[in-house]
């Protein structure tokens, strides 16, 4: 290329990340992949180095903002981007043989939050990294966010907002609406208004950095533990003394095993490399958007390749049909990948997506997900289906409003893949613990027309011989999943109600309900009396998935009262006892809850604690057990001697219960920062478990 045309093609890049980069940072639909955008910016800068030329508004030269509206605030100190690197030798180099710490780089938003002489007083999002917006009255719906500390003065921390997949997949589940990503869905969910809306997203906010304390401590790691003994929950973190190729790798295939294994409950883009000396970390200089020795991003290298697409699937599943492609099964990062989503419509446009012969290139992004990067050699073109795959109601496309992103949606409100994720929470361990049935097997089953409501899944044995015959089953497999399906149909009250999908009743509203009245008169309770007929028919479509508080229907002059049935009880409180009580009201759940109840029987556990031996202790289970059969059966042994059971270290946690004590994982780390004791299973039945006589 000329210099004019290097001069056009920056232009076209300029534009092509900005406007990726204002989709990524503000909610809005993804345009491009990490590894794409990274392409296109290492190019770009390239280009820049080649022509000596920096074009106005280039991403190299700015922190990458977010435009959440609201009132704007400087930031005491700047919040510049760190640099990148790939090349483990090039992280070694920029160590300088100084002490350095490796921290999961977290994908979510960045805020700042300041306190002073211990109170909260601000909360700020990134914004440019030099100005910001003001978020401080959400602070109270951000987990994590606490309104004092013990610490007096001035403290700035920058922590970020995020949110894990367990929880973005439930949140779409029960809400219905569609975002590409958990970053994509905490973004959003700070430009609302609403304090308990946000609430619902179930954000968490993780400190990454201590930016400024009066006390003095120049120790990365310090400043890090500090923040720990003031009560954060604060990033994952590993100190390597002396950075050398070997001691790096080490430390970074540990995190890399994390996110393989899906230990990590939360996003990330990469790690983050920093000095343990603060002191030397400030004496860089700042280059272009970033400040040379405050930090350094390591990405990982996405392994890329080539294959051939055979076919689009388009998978109907909650609120969209999506495109799956389906190609030539090919070797990434030590597994056989033959599937990837599509996401949507506007993403088979933006690649160029063809018909089957296509070639395509093909990576797992964070080694994680599979995603198609780009198309090599199209054939033919696209065919977008006018009918559902799966009840054959007409499909109709839609362009979002707020990112023009298209997107394919069965016009049937009933079709059953729209449930596809109340089935999976159906046959969740927490629910009715069905093995071997995972959301892709249930939507092949809800596809092949056997299930369409929940009751169906009782009846799967009429098509054992086909399942036995199917790709990826056989004889063997559909017996083990017949047997767990048998297995299920005694069940315990609590997981029973929390299978049923209502909203707002997770497993602990479930056994609050519970502890106050037996299931069949929880239900008499809900229920329509004998006048007012077997159920109310919903005329027109109830969101059942939507907050209580935001749905209006033909219902609502007349439930009144179903806020107040059930508030009385602890931790249950109007919207929750409403909620529940519209599901009963509603005949269409009312029908299918009793089809359900002739395949099954139900149990209710007296949950009155049998002992106090655990008593106002906090207790967190990782690794294996030994002497119970699960860790589920150990939960319930604390739970019933008056004890709790946290999923995660904090400074409340009294023990940590991990059988391999010298153990170098997150949660055994986190506890010796808390100085919190770890025991092993033989040590908590020793001082907590039942001697013979109360057995």
Not at 281 to 304: C, I, M, N, P, Y
Not at 399 to 415: D, I, P, Q, W
């Amino acid at each position: 290329m000329n210099t004019d045309e290097k001069i056009l093609r920056m232009q076209q890049l300029v534009r092509e990340l900005n406007e990726a980069s204002e989709a990524y940072y503000n909610g809005l639909g993804e345009r491009m992949t990490d590894y794409e955008w990274d392409a296109l910016f290492d190019e770009l800068r390239q280009l820049e180095q080649e022509t000596g030329t920096t074009l106005p508004d280039s991403p190299t030269q700015k922190v990458s903002e977010d435009s959440i509206t609201g009132q704007k605030e400087e930031h005491e100190f700047a919040a510049l981007s760190l640099a990148k690197t790939k090349q483990t030798a090039e992280l070694i180099k920029w160590a300088e043989q100084k002490p350095i710490w490796i921290s999961w780089k977290l994908d979510g938003l960045t805020l700042v939050v300041t306190y002073d002489d211990g109170k909260l007083t601000k909360v700020v999002t990134r914004g440019n990294g030099h100005i910001g917006t003001n978020i401080t009255h959400l602070a109270s719906a951000i987990s994590g966010i606490p309104t004092a500390i013990s610490a007096q003065g001035h403290t700035v921390i920058r922590g970020e907002a995020v949110i894990s997949y367990d929880d973005f997949d439930r949140f779409l589940m029960e809400s219905g609406e569609d975002y590409a990503n958990p970053r994509n869905l905490a973004s959003g969910s700070l430009t609302l208004k609403d304090v308990e809306e946000v609430r619902q997203r179930h954000i968490q906010w993780i400190p990454f950095t201590l930016v400024y304390t009066e006390e003095d401590i120049n120790s990365w790691g310090e400043r890090m533990d500090w923040l720990d003994h003031q009560g954060f929950n604060t990033v994952e973190r590993q100190l390597v003394e002396q950075p050398d190729s070997s001691s790096v790798e080490t430390v970074i295939n540990t995190f890399t095993q994390e996110v393989t294994s899906r230990q990590n409950p939360f996003p990330v883009d990469g790690l983050v490399v920093c000095y343990d000396d603060t002191v030397y970390a400030q004496t860089g200089s700042v280059t272009g958007h970033h400040a040379t020795r405050a930090g350094l991003a390591f990405k990982w290298q996405d392994e890329a390749a080539e294959t051939t697409l055979k076919e689009i699937e388009w998978s109907c599943a909650a609120s969209t049909i999506s495109p799956v492609a389906i190609f030539e099964p090919v070797e990434l990062e030590g597994t056989t990948v033959k599937r990837a989503s599509l996401c949507n419509i506007s993403e088979c446009e933006r690649l160029g997506i063809g018909a089957a012969g296509t070639r395509i290139s093909v990576i797992k992004a964070n080694k994680i997900i599979p995603k198609v990067i780009k198309v090599v050699s199209p054939i033919g073109a696209l065919v977008i289906p006018d009918r559902c795959p799966v009840c054959h109601a007409p499909a109709v496309v839609k362009t979002s409003e707020a990112s023009g992103t298209k997107t394919l949606h069965c016009s049937n409100t009933e079709c059953p893949a729209k449930q596809l994720k109340k089935f999976a929470r159906f046959v969740s361990k927490e629910g009715m613990n069905i093995d071997g049935i995972s959301e892709q097997t249930l939507s092949k089953f809800i596809n092949l027309g056997w299930v369409s409501e929940y009751a169906d899944i009782y009846l799967l044995r009429s098509h054992i011989r086909e399942l036995a015959q199917m790709e990826g089953f056989g004889e063997k497999s559909a017996s083990n999943i017949m047997r767990s399906i048998d297995k299920s149909r005694e069940v315990e009250a609590h997981r029973l109600l929390y299978a049923l999908n209502i909203p707002l009743c997770g497993l602990d509203v479930c056994k609050r309900l519970l502890s106050a009245y037996p299931l069949d008169e929880l239900i008499a309770k809900a229920s329509p009396s004998p006048s007012e007929g077997r159920g109310v028919k919903i005329q027109e479509p109830l969101d059942l998935f939507a907050p209580v508080s935001n749905q209006t229907s033909p219902l609502s002059e007349g439930l009144g009262e179903a806020s107040e049935i059930f508030a009385h009880i602890n931790g249950i409180g109007p919207e929750k006892s409403a909620s529940f009580v519209r599901w009963f009201r509603d005949e269409h759940n009312l029908t299918r809850y009793r089809h359900l109840m002739e395949h099954i029987s139900v149990s209710q556990a007296d949950s009155t604690p049998k002992g106090n031996r655990c008593e106002g202790l906090t207790f967190v289970i990782t690794g294996d057990v030994h002497h119970y059969k699960n860790r589920n059966e150990l939960k319930a042994y604390i739970e019933s001697q008056g004890g709790k059971v946290a999923s995660a270290v904090s400074g409340s946690t009294s023990y940590l219960i991990n059988n391999d004590v010298t153990s170098t994982s997150g949660k055994n780390k986190k506890a010796k920062e808390l100085n919190i004791p770890i025991i092993s299973e033989n040590e908590f039945m020793a001082a907590y478990g039942l001697v013979k006589s109360e057995k």
